[in-house]
């Protein structure tokens, strides 16, 4: 499921067990995984698939997005603390995204 980063309540605070991007976690398709890294590198999160309220993002894939984008140079390191920072230097607020 997506939902557009302003509307989502909050980030996890921790990694599920059965999270799609462990190793040992739910096993999704090629081709869905496709699709979810697609829009998680444009900028959209992914809900995490145990909050049943669905307004939780995935930290397994924010931390796609952190790795991704650091190796891309578009965040000095992969943490949601240069994510803040790149969002401030762009003239972005950071409330309500991390």
Known sequence: MT????????LGSKQCSTCPFRNNGLQLGAEKM????AYLLNGTNHLCHSDQS??????????????????MGMISAPTNEALRE????AGQSPKGHI
């Open 54 to 71: 669905n307004r939780t993002v995935c930290v397994g894939g924010r931390n796609y997005q952190l790795e991704i984008w650091h190796r």
């Open 86 to 89: 790149a969002m401030k230097s």
């Open 34 to 37: 496709t699709e979810i890294q």
């Open 3 to 10: 939902q557009s980063i302003s509307s989502v309540a909050r």
